[in-house]
Every structure is written in structure tokens, then in C-alpha cells.
């Protein structure tokens, strides 16, 4: 499949124009700020003029995007990250093929598989990165109209909207994942860092909307 077989729109994101269906989000500037967390793992500055912390990451490290939607987060991560393994899941096919049209268009080698979460993931990853759904439908502050143009299965999660992190967690802790980079709303990061601290995680920092964790070694 080519972008001209999409009907599609293009959206900018990293500073890189991405191809957007009706079946996956609009990648939004509070995304970016994951890829930067990821950065900043590697040791890669993403500021000017602002000195790089010490790389927590090798340079070859594997990097698992779960939810990928248009492909952005692992396409931009392996763009910035040449060396790094990149693989992305999605559990939605049409997803994925967007994804995959990206990666394409963009030149970025990323493994893509269809997986709800971890259930269809094999292998040991450095490093979770996840923009689940995590929206409350009750929220008032959100503009329903203009979210019913993207897939409401990419938008919209049970329990106050963290059902579907609360299950990436309870898997990353089984499968002993060293590190998550979450995004979610602000208001919703305390109830998250709680709850992936009583599974034997704690907060690495918040950069925006993007919360690491790393998991504490016996």
C-alpha cells in the first residue's frame, strides 16, 4: 500500500510529516514529549544548548511501542535512534497498516506486530513506551464532536480512563519490563505512580504528559 492509496491527511509531528487515517489518533505535540523522555534515557539531549544526562540506555537498546497507532512514537524513535531495536503493536490491523505506510515513507526499519497489549509479544525490551488510550468520558472538559472524527477505541478507556494502563503495568511487572515511558493526562498521573509503585515501580520523573517508571531490582 502507497500514501496515495490512503485517504489520508498529513500531520507534523517531531518535526516530520506523518500520513493520518480515520483509524488511528492525530499525533499530538504532548506525544513528543514521550520521545524526548526516551532521549533522555539515551543520553541525547533534546534541547539546545542543554547538556545530556548520562545514557541509562545502550546504544543498541530494544524499545517496544505498544499502541502505535499512525507509527509515530517507534518511527520517530528509531529515526532519532538509529541503533536501537525498534518494534511497535497495535491491536487494531487498519492501525498497523497506517504504521507501516510511515515507517515506509520515512525510511525507519521498526518491527510491527498485532497484539492487545503484551498478550502477543515474545523477547525482553529495554524499554515500554505506550500512548494507550486514556481518555474519561466523563470529563467535562472534552470536546466530543471533535474527537468523534478519530477511532474511539484509540481514545477512550474504563476506570476513569487507566483500565488499559493498569494492564500494561500488571503485565510489564510480570514480564520484569526495566523501564515504561506512560502517557496520560496530568490529573491522572498520581493514581498511576501509585499504582505501578504497589507493583514494584517507581517514578523516574514527569517530562509534560509522559511519565517514566523504572522498576526496582531485589
Known sequence: MNANSLKHNIVDFYGRDFVVTKDVLIPRPETEMMIDTVLDLAGR???PGVKPKEAVLAEKCKILDVGTGSGCIAV???LELPEAQITASDVSELALKVAQENATRLGAKVKF???DLLGNISGDFDVVVANLPYVDKDWDWIDKKALS???SIALYADNHGLALIYRLIDQATERKVSRLVLEADPCQHQKIISYAKDRNYQLNGIHG????????RA
Open 76 to 78: 520517530t524513535l528509531k
Open 149 to 151: 472524527k478519530e477511532p
Open 45 to 47: 539531549s533534546y534541547l
Open 113 to 115: 506486530i498485532k497484539s
Open 209 to 216: 504528559f509522559a511519565i517514566c517508571l523504572s522498576i526496582l
